[in-house]
């Protein structure tokens, strides 16, 4: 157990519904960190945050936003999904900003998402 | 753009067999590589290297890091069929991609009885 909690575990919905997938950090890290996961496009990042500023951006669609909250947790909200957006959605979690200090990012159990 | 490529891209082999798994990687400002396994859901933390020609160790698995040729290697001896999983390699990279990790593609490593 990492001790990073996602939320929910699996989610089913339809194409064109939107759904908030959220992520609480290991105790004491101030960065987030989310995460896609597909079968044929590997583990990409979506999106970073730190101390509930957005400091980097990856390959995050338009329909898709996030947010981290003053209690650290934060959120991943996908819009207008589609079939494609069916995926494994991870969040991970680090004390401060990887790539600056080398440190380590500890997943979550990650969220599977299935659109219909 | 920062690149992780990992080969092979699976390998089948049998219990007490030695493994060799592969990472190159394509940057402009290195921070460190991360290795990580997968199994059932979420990556989970193996090594994090930082300095060339030293090793990192955790039992039956080890990783070294080569900078100036820009690779890794994760070695696991005496191999057991718990040892399935995927593998991935991740870079922590500065400039444009700092604040994230890169990772490669994965090598799936199936572990036969």
């Known amino acids: 157990d990492s001790g990073v909690t996602q939320t929910p575990k699996h989610l089913i919905t339809a194409t064109g519904q939107r759904v908030t997938l959220r992520c609480s950090p290991r105790?004491?890290?101030?960065?987030v960190y989310w995460y896609q996961q597909s079968l044929d496009q590997g583990l990409q990042f979506l999106i970073h945050y730190y101390n509930g500023e957005e400091r980097a951006k990856g390959n995050i669609l338009e329909r898709f936003s996030a947010q981290q909250f003053p209690d650290l947790h934060s959120e991943l909200n996908l819009s207008s999904l589609e079939l494609g957006d069916s995926a494994l959605y991870f969040c991970?979690?680090?004390?401060?900003?990887?790539?600056?200090?080398?440190?380590?990012?500890?997943f979550g159990p990650g969220t599977r998402l299935l659109v219909l | 753009e920062d690149k992780v490529v990992q080969s092979p891209l699976s390998l089948v082999v049998h219990e007490g067999d030695t493994v060799t798994l592969n990472c190159s990687y394509e940057v402009t400002n290195f921070r460190s590589l991360l290795w990580y396994k997968q199994e059932k859901k979420a990556p989970t933390f193996l090594f994090m290297l930082t300095s060339s020609g030293i090793e990192k160790k955790s039992g039956r698995l080890s990783s070294i890091l080569d900078k100036k040729e820009l690779f890794s290697i994760l070695n696991i001896t005496a191999t057991q069929t718990g040892d399935s999983a995927i593998y991935l390699c991740a870079g922590a990279f500065g400039g444009t991609s700092y604040g994230k990790l890169t990772f490669g593609q994965g090598t799936i490593l199936t572990v036969h009885p």
């Open positions: 105790s004491g890290d101030l960065s």
């Open positions: 991970a979690s680090s004390v401060g900003v990887l790539g600056g200090t080398g440190e380590t990012q500890y």
